[in-house]
T-cell receptor, first 117, second 113 residues
Framework: GDSVTQMEGPVTLSEEAFLTINCTYT??????LFWYVQYPGEGLQLLLK?????DKGSNKGFEATYRKETTSFHLEKGSVQVSDSAVYFC????????????????FGQGTILTVHP | GAVVSQHPSWVICKSGTSVKIECRSL??????MFWYRQFPKQSLMLMAT?????????EQGVEKDKFLINHASLTLSTLTVTSAHPEDSSFYIC?????????FGPGTRLLVL
């Protein structure tokens, strides 16, 4: 079945440090890949996504590239801020009919990120 | 942007009672909604897929008679936890699907005493 494996957390960084959160996946089909972020006390928000190999998703300074050869979608940010402290979830969805990717999501276990001033 | 609301945001109930949680898409219609359960410091586990006008599809291991799902309209899905027990205490999250992605509600924290 489909699965997502994320880097173990928690991750603690100082402000302006470089961030990498590893994510690898296994999927029976051709998945779309997502990173979601959950800020304290809030619901999940889509951070970025990529729908095909070599696509790069980016948002708010975060980036992730869909690597089919290594089945990975690692999240990176060059300079983190205190406001980036949250839980980050990698997820996949197998492409549905007509090329849509609204199928059910399979999540990784989440990585807690804490950024100190 | 697309907004999904959940009500209530938290609820405390006695063991044996039933609790209903509402999930609404506020500014868009969603033929498909999903219900997840999240345990502390763990990932989201999909419970069921709710399709407007038809029966929900439950994931393996989820009791359909305990977790009743109704998707009465294109903007509303409800999850009823029947005869709740302390082990049902959790964080329940819904999402509403568009063709591009899912938009998540803020979650409902349930505590069964």
């Amino acid at each position: 079945g489909d699965s997502v494996t994320q880097m173990e957390g928690p991750v603690t960084l100082s402000e302006e440090a470089f961030l990498t959160i590893n994510c690898t996946y296994t999927a029976t089909g051709y998945p779309s890949l997502f990173w979601y972020v959950q800020y304290p006390g809030e619901g999940l928000q889509l951070l970025l996504k990529a729908t095909k190999a070599d696509d790069k998703g980016s948002n708010k300074g975060f980036e992730a590239t869909y690597r089919k050869e290594t089945t990975s979608f690692h999240l990176e940010k060059g300079s983190v801020q205190v406001s980036d402290s949250a839980v980050y979830f990698c997820a996949l969805s197998v492409v549905g009919a007509g090329g849509t990717s609204y199928g059910k999501l399979t999540f990784g276990q989440g990585t807690i990120l804490t950024v100190h001033p | 942007g697309a907004v999904v609301s959940q009500h209530p945001s938290w609820v405390i109930c006695k063991s044996g009672t039933s609790v209903k949680i509402e999930c609404r898409s506020l500014d868009f219609q969603a033929t498909t909604m999903f219900w997840y359960r999240q345990f502390p410091k763990q990932s989201l586990m999909l419970m069921a897929t709710s399709n407007e006008g038809s029966k929900a599809t439950y994931e393996q291991g989820v009791e359909k008679d305990k977790f009743l799902i109704n998707h009465a309209s294109l903007t509303l899905s409800t999850l009823t936890v029947t005869s709740a027990h302390p082990e049902d205490s959790s964080f329940y999250i819904c999402s509403a699907a568009t063709e591009e992605t899912q938009y998540f509600g803020p979650g409902t924290r349930l505590l069964v005493l």
